[in-house]
């Protein structure tokens, strides 16, 4: 059984960071790509960030510079910095992972529950 778990949301002021952490556990043979979605009240869940197991990322354009992804493949690991914060940033924050869970079986995205991420002054 695979576990995809994510913390470090929370409320914070614009302008202000945050870093959200991801950590998949359990049965996995092998990880490919994880990222981070969010889902704004009313909106469609988008994607944010997503960085391969050799490390190559992708943003959406609008979290560029603000925003940076990262991975620690030896602990199934992937975190998100967020800085300068803006209420346009508020949603539910998801952490995904594409992985084989077992050899020969095959690839499949990987959901976490979500964490809150509130930018309010």
């Known amino acids: 059984q695979v576990r995809v778990v994510e913390s470090g949301g929370g409320l914070v002021q614009p302008g202000g960071s945050l870093r959200l952490s991801c950590a998949a556990s359990?049965?996995?043979?092998?990880?490919?790509?994880m990222g981070w979605y969010r889902q704004a009240p009313g909106k469609q869940r988008e994607l944010v960030a997503t960085i391969t197991s050799g490390g190559s990322t992708n943003y959406k354009d609008s979290v560029k510079g603000r925003f940076t992804i990262s991975r620690d493949n030896a602990k199934n690991t992937v975190h998100l910095q967020m800085n300068s914060l803006k209420p346009e940033d508020t949603a539910v924050y998801y952490c995904?992972?594409?992985?084989?869970?077992?050899?020969?079986?095959?690839?499949?995205?990987?959901w976490g529950q979500g964490t809150q991420v509130t930018v309010s002054s």
């Open positions: 359990g049965s996995i043979f092998s990880i490919y790509t």
């Open positions: 995904y992972a594409d992985l084989r869970p077992q050899r020969g079986m095959p690839i499949s995205d990987y």
